[in-house]
């Protein structure tokens, strides 16, 4: 077995024996959203973020395919996704117990 596709200069059916494969969905971040309050992007169109992912609109923070943070190469990968969507997670659990702080239990 293999991956199946379909040449389409020939209309022929070809097997490319491999194990795994990634899939690329798109290049463009979607971040209509985001520009119509204001966060700014960057020519690439991807949302500028400090390292704390928070944007240059107050409680608004980005992370994964759509963020750039402004200290850290582009990487576009899960991984790195993951880790910016934990820093950004944290960042907005700080940002909300400064408006509204939690309980103190001692």
Same mark, same amino acid.
């Given at each position: 077995?293999?991956?199946?596709? =379909?040449?389409? /200069?020939?209309?022929?059916?070809? *097997? =490319?024996?491999?194990?795994?494969?990634?899939?690329?969905?798109?290049?463009?971040?979607?971040?209509?959203?985001?520009? #119509?309050?204001?966060?700014?992007? /960057?020519?690439?169109?991807? !949302?500028?973020?400090?390292? /704390?992912?928070?944007?240059?609109?107050s409680g608004v923070?980005?992370?994964? /395919? !759509?963020?750039?943070q402004s200290d850290?190469?582009? !990487?576009? #990968?899960?991984?790195?996704?993951?880790? #910016?969507?934990?820093?950004?997670?944290?960042? *907005?659990?700080?940002?909300?117990? #400064?408006?509204?702080?939690?309980?103190?239990?001692?």
């Open positions: 077995e293999g991956l199946r596709y =379909l040449k389409s /200069d020939e209309n022929k059916e070809e *097997v =490319l024996a491999v194990a795994g494969a990634f899939i690329e969905i798109g290049l463009m971040p979607a971040i209509s959203l985001a520009n #119509q309050i204001g966060v700014e992007s /960057d020519p690439l169109g991807y !949302l500028k973020t400090r390292g /704390d992912m928070a944007t240059n609109v923070f980005g992370a994964g /395919d !759509l963020a750039k850290v190469p582009q !990487l576009r #990968q899960i991984v790195t996704s993951a880790g #910016q969507g934990a820093i950004a997670a944290a960042s *907005v659990y700080a940002f909300l117990n #400064q408006k509204m702080p939690g309980p103190s239990w001692g």
